[in-house]
């Protein structure tokens, strides 16, 4: 089957890790080469997207789109994970934090906010994972980032509990999120629960699970869960590439294509029988087009 390729949306569910969710992935499925993007933390459940084959080669362009979680998240108690798996670190009072002022605290953390990821995560730091550091009892320094929350939407309040949707850019920690905004209210905050909702075009609804995918690999018909390869791209400009064209982004060469003032940089490519050829790509203001990732493949979905 090594010459399947496209992306699978996967439901990983809580208690294992995304890696264990590939290897089962790789095993069904009979593909060598297996990627995911997005790891999902072991406790947290939802979308993760699956590249099988060269859809490996598209997967990074799926790491710039959009998120969307919802959280269950505790007042009054943190933890050094700032989630359930945690060991507590404190307890607090609650009383004091009323709708409104959750209301009103939530405000504060829309838009381009900076956080600190947690010392426990997959960040690498000089070529070792801050988990690892940390339970290791190695202190690092830990950069802030810059990410942006383009929807937070209170779902459910029920002191000392909270529900929240949250609509992310790339690099967002919930948790981060869980922790500053318990900070905020003076009580403190952990993650209880996490699932992703949405991963760019990938839906919860619509993902599988190990068993449905185990059920499919029997017949066969797993294939027939695979997006195309494109699948990633298609809120990108797209272009139809003449024999002559063709030919020559498949040599590496440019081309010259559209309005030099276009804003966008980067294209996908297609032939005139409709399959898809690859990326283009290009500086802002030139019409020169260059390839920069070009697929020959065989039995793509």
């Not at 996967?10 to 993007?37: C, D, E, N, W």
């Not at 699956?50 to 790491?63: C, D």
């Not at 002191?159 to 981060?176: A, D």
């Not at 020959?296 to 979905?301: A, E, K, R, V």
């Amino acid at each position: 089957m090594s010459d399947i390729h496209g992306i699978l949306n996967m439901y990983k569910p809580p208690g294992i890790t995304s890696f264990q969710v590939v290897a089962k992935v790789r095993r069904l499925t009979g593909t060598k080469r297996v990627g995911h993007a997005g790891t999902l933390d072991q406790q947290a459940c939802g979308v993760l997207p699956i590249a099988l084959g060269q859809a490996n080669r598209v997967i990074e362009y799926l790491h710039g789109e959009s998120k969307v979680y919802r959280a269950q998240i505790e007042l009054g108690l943190t933890t050094d994970t700032y989630d359930s798996v945690g060991q507590i670190v404190s307890k607090s009072d609650v009383s004091s934090v009323t709708l409104e002022r959750l209301r009103e605290t939530l405000e504060n953390f829309k838009g381009l906010i900076w956080q600190v990821p947690p010392a426990y995560s997959a960040i690498r730091y000089q070529g070792r994972r801050l988990h690892e550091l940390t339970r290791a009892g190695i202190q690092v320094p830990i950069a802030p980032r810059q990410v942006n929350i383009y929807r937070l939407e209170l779902l459910g309040w029920d002191s000392p509990f909270f529900e929240l949707e949250v609509e992310c850019s790339k690099g967002t920690y919930i948790r981060s999120l869980t922790q500053d905004i318990g900070q905020a209210l003076g009580c403190g905050a952990y993650m209880k629960a996490l699932s992703r909702e949405r991963y760019g075009p990938f839906f919860k609804d619509g993902s599988v699970s190990l068993d449905e995918l185990e059920l499919s690999c029997r017949d066969g018909a797993w294939v027939d869960l695979l997006y195309p390869l494109d699948e990633v791209l298609l809120s990108w400009q797209a272009v139809i590439l003449g024999e002559g064209k063709e030919k020559a982004v498949r040599q590496g060469q440019q081309i010259g294509w559209g309005d030099p003032n276009t804003s966008a940089n980067k294209c996908r490519a297609y032939n005139t029988n409709g399959y898809f050829v690859g990326v283009l790509k290009n500086e802002i203001g030139d019409s020169r087009w260059i390839p920069e990732k070009i697929f020959n493949l065989t039995l793509s979905l």
